[in-house]
């Protein structure tokens, strides 16, 4: 049973480090989608 959320606490911590990553991801990704974007003008 390794793995399970078994506190308020762990849940908590679970979802607040999967948001951090989803906003980081999200940070990186858009820079990167602007310049293919802007790139493929000139």
């Known amino acids: 049973m390794d793995g399970n959320i078994f506190t308020l ?3 908590m911590f679970f979802t607040k ?3 951090y990553l989803v906003i980081v991801a999200a940070l990186i990704a858009f820079p ?3 310049l293919f974007l802007t790139d493929r003008d000139e």
Do not use: L, N
């Open 17 to 19: 480090a999967i948001t």
């Open 32 to 34: 990167a989608f602007w």
């Open 9 to 11: 606490q762990d849940f």
